[in-house]
């Protein structure tokens, strides 16, 4: 029996390999789209220990244990949704704050591309321990948070009225405790005349050095969408749901289908206009318009949750598609959601596939075809290009494989 | 958002709607023109229009006069079937770790199926007679999709570890007075995941199923180590109609050792009136196992997922993914559609669903058969190629349009005046996430 082990040993140790399998994958032939190291070609990626190994061209595919051809894909960072809800829960009437409103990560993000999810809001100081330990600690998704202003978070209802709730000290106390995870600040729904959820979300920012999130309207009366962009926010602060049209904010695109100067002037003095499509904040009469002069989303999100994951914004990919075809480059598409994304919210290790990253990557596939995009006013576009999701990588890990092209034969497999 | 929401929705409303001017009674609110129908509870296979009204399919005709509907759609070289019927999914989310019952290996059903054409599920096991209330009020009555349930043989329904190995929690009167208080809703009893010698667990679901009149679905759980055998269980226990989940599983004895064709069991099963059921999961649909069987003849009564976290983003994705491997095995759309529809409305003995007979409900699924180079990959990690694929445009649940992929219903978004909206509360519901 010892003989047999050391004989056995021996063989496995003296057979000669042919080459070390330095890397655990390696995607070959891809697009490759990566503005943070100004990647835009065809080449090589390989990944060992999960991370990025070696970005070039023509590596040998000898030394990987597993091969993706990616030939006529599009090989990018994983992508990074800057708005979503994700604090899911039983609570009864907690809408996107550990209530039935809000999605499992898991469940939505990698057949999309996303490795990163980022709640906004869902969760103040009050509760983000929960969210913590219920999603963001259990998902195979990285989820990220911007901690509500409010201490009991996005719970619908009074409960996001409450000025007295509002506390930018115990904000940035909390936000101190989970540097990178919670990174920023939200301040939604706020219908009071008050100015002081802005200014206490952009003190706390300013504290903890983060930006903050807006999703702006609703005020009686309603507040100056050029005082928010040009006097309240700080440049690296976002507007969210930039081409909405609802009751109680000024719409960016004026009743001539002018994009408001003050809006051109926000951008240039660094604020970040976000999509944040959801299921009411996407509207193709304002971005139309809004695009054909040039005015495009600084990053392109979901503002997923139940009411907008069925309707007309249905995935991240679904989305995006949809600047592709009002004319928005696809390197500025992709650029979005990775590079600038991460740039928005501080985090420069994401959004980026250079050596030493971690492995996040998308493989998408650029459909050509005849499509049809709706907005929330059940308006559509018809357009001939659409992205879909392919492969997804979170660490190193193959997460999603749409069509199997990181699998073999199963005439191939060894048989048991 | 949500107050504003409200608002803007009201305003439209009043000002969007309003506007429409006045229209007589119409016979049909929503009528898909030129669709191929494939309805195998009606033999039809041919291009139909189909009409429905008040949430129910109101006609199907080689010809309906479109000025007669309040909306048409042009389906042409689309195909129009029943809304899919996904007999094995597990949708009892909630806060406990690796659990089924109210825990985080079940997902929510609608962001799953609404996209995937599926209209009605039927959660397979997931709560017992003592947690069947909590998933009613806070799944199944809140949900967009139709579900139905499998109860389990065991109380606390399918938790992990010891609970579901519970001999004492297996109690028929309580399960069956649960199943016989929600006919209709209820449709069959599950037995999972049992490791023990002991036949107990199958003795009890069956005479509960004959107690409420329902079928019994098993997964054989560790048959083999214990003892047990699929030929008992078709043989001894089951009665015609009693379903076996995971058929493609290949680790119960589903497949002759010789042959690798259906083993004996699995062929006098099948005589016996057994119904045999796909239940792909995370491990229970293997190429090895399912290529032979199929090759031999012994095909599935009907297709379903096992929809749960961990086969949700592996080889079965969603119910039109596990459809398309068995068009990539050789199977007709048609028998796909069959299997997918029909067969499982019968199997949980809902008669009015997975059909397009006037009068149905209103669950219709519409769908494209997709050309090009695909794969379908299985939990072994092996892959089958394919040429196509099936992707799902149009879901209407009772009547109402519930999912639309590319807007095939929807208006140009230059020819809605400002502040108007397209859609129709009386066939659109595909905004907000309650029916």
Redesign the interface.
């Known amino acids: 029996m010892t003989c047999a082990l050391v004989f056995a040993l021996l063989a496995t140790t003296v057979t000669p390999r042919a080459q070390t399998q330095e890397f655990d994958l390696l995607i070959k032939n891809g697009h490759v789209i990566d503005a943070k190291n100004g990647v835009n070609a065809v080449t090589d990626v390989a990944v060992a220990g999960g991370k990025i190994a070696r970005v070039a061209a023509n590596i040998d595919p000898k030394l990987a244990r597993r091969v993706v051809d990616a030939s006529g894909l599009y090989v990018v960072p994983g992508l990074i949704d800057m708005h979503a809800h994700v604090f ?3 609570e009864r009437d907690a ?1 996107l704050s550990n209530g ?2 809000a ?2 990560p ?3 993000s ?2 999309a591309g996303q490795t990163t999810l980022v709640d906004v809001g869902g969760a103040g100081w009050r509760n983000f321990g929960q969210f913590k330990e ?1 999603v963001i600690d ?1 998902a195979r998704t990285r989820v990220l948070s911007f901690i509500n202003i409010v201490g009991s978070g996005m719970k ?1 209802g009074p409960v996001e009225q409450n000025l007295a709730d509002m506390d930018a000290r115990l904000t940035a106390m909390r936000i101190k405790q989970h540097p990178g995870v919670i990174v920023g600040i939200k301040v ?2 706020y ?1 009071g005349p008050e100015w002081d959820p802005v200014d206490r979300a952009v003190a706390a920012g300013k504290e903890m050095n983060v930006p903050v999130m807006i ?1 702006f ?2 005020h009686t009366p309603p507040l100056g969408l050029d005082d928010l962009l040009l006097k309240h926010l700080r440049p690296g602060d976002i507007l969210t ?1 930039t081409y909405a049209h ?4 000024i719409p960016i695109v004026d009743d001539n289908g002018k994009v408001r100067p003050y809006v051109w002037e926000a951008r240039k003095r660094g604020v970040i206009f976000d999509a944040g499509h ?4 996407f ?3 304002q971005a ?1 318009p809004a695009t054909k002069e040039g005015f495009f989303p600084d990053v392109i999100s979901t503002d997923l ?3 907008s ?4 914004m ?1 995935d991240i990919l679904n989305t995006m598609s949809k600047f592709l075809n009002l004319g928005m480059p696809l390197n500025d598409v992709i650029k979005a959601n990775t590079a600038k994304a991460a740039d928005v919210i501080k985090r420069p290790d994401l959004g980026h596939i250079g050596v030493g990253a971690e492995a996040d990557i998308a493989v998408l596939n650029l459909r050509k075809g ?13 357009g001939d290009q659409k992205l879909e999701c392919e492969l997804t990588v979170r660490a190193g890990q193959v ?7 990181a ?7 060894p ?1 048991k | ?5 409200a ?3 009201s ?2 409303a009043a000002v969007g709607w309003a506007q429409a001017p006045a229209q007589p009674a119409l016979d049909y609110d929503l009528l898909i023109k030129g669709g191929h129908v494939i309805d195998p509870r009606n033999g039809i296979d041919a291009v139909r229009d189909v009409a429905v009204k008040d949430g129910r399919v109101a006609a199907v005709a080689s010809s309906l006069d479109a000025s007669k509907a309040l909306k048409t759609v042009d389906a042409s070289g689309l195909y129009v079937t029943p809304g899919l019927v996904d007999i094995h999914v597990h949708v009892y ?3 406990k ?1 690796n659990d089924y019952a ?1 825990g ?1 290996s079940s ?2 059903p ?3 199926t ?2 995937s054409c599926v209209t009605t599920v039927t959660d397979a096991g997931s709560s017992g007679w003592r947690n069947f209330d909590d998933f009613k009020s ?1 799944i199944v009555d ?1 949900a ?1 999709t139709r579900v139905t349930a499998f109860l389990n043989i065991v109380g606390n329904g399918m938790g992990s570890g010891p609970i579901e190995q519970n001999l004492a929690d297996m109690e028929m009167q309580p399960t069956a007075d649960m199943a016989l208080k929600h006919k209709g809703l209820i449709v069959g009893i599950k037995s999972a995941h049992f490791n023990g010698p002991e036949w107990t667990p199958y003795e009890k679901a069956v005479e509960v199923g004959r107690l409420a009149k329902i079928p019994v679905m098993v997964d054989f759980g560790g048959n083999v180590k214990a003892g047990r055998t699929l030929d008992d269980l078709f043989g001894k226990y089951f009665r015609p109609g009693d379903i076996y989940t995971h058929m493609y599983g290949g680790v119960r004895g589903e497949q002759d050792p010789e042959t690798k064709g259906p083993s004996k069991a699995m062929i006098d099963g099948r005589k016996r009136g057994i119904i045999f059921d796909v239940g792909h999961g995370g491990t229970s649909f293997r ?2 196992t399912a ?1 032979p069987l199929m090759k031999a003849g012994f095909l599935p009564d009907s297709i379903s997922t096992d929809l749960h ?1 961990t086969s ?2 592996a ?1 079965m ?1 969603d119910m039109l993914n596990v459809m398309g491997k068995f068009m990539a095995a050789g199977l007709s759309l048609r028998d796909v559609i069959a299997k997918s529809t029909w067969n499982p409305a019968r199997e949980i003995q809902l008669e009015e669903l997975g059909n397009l007979s006037v009068g149905s409900p209103g669950d219709i699924a519409v769908l494209r058969v997709e050309k090009g ?6 939990p ?6 394919s040429s196509q694929r099936l992707s799902c445009e149009i879901t209407l649940r009772d009547g109402k349009v ?7 219903t ?7 005046t ?1 502040g ?4 129709d509360p009386r066939w ?1 519901n ?4 309650r029916r």
């Open positions: 899911y829960g039983t809408y039935e409103s999605v499992p898991d469940s939505h990698f057949r219920q259990r619908g939604a729904h219908s999703d309207g609703g749901h609802v009751a109680g904010r959801g299921g009411g904040s509207l193709f009469r139309v949750h139940t009411g994951m069925n309707s007309g249905k005849k499509f049809g995009f709706v907005d929330i006013a059940g308006g559509k576009l018809l997460v999603w494989d749409l069509n199997g092209i699998a073999p034969m199963w005439t191939d497999l048989r | 958002m949500k107050q504003a929401l608002f803007l929705l305003v439209v989310p909630g806060p770790t109210g985080d997902i929510y609608d962001g799953f609404l996209r806070r809140q967009k190429w090895s290529m976290t949700m983003n080889g994705k180079k695909f794969g379908f990959v299985d072994l990690g092996g892959r089958m190629d519930v999912y639309d992929l590319n807007g095939l929807a208006e140009r978004w230059d020819t809605l400002s108007a909206r397209g859609g659109d595909t905004r907000g996430r």
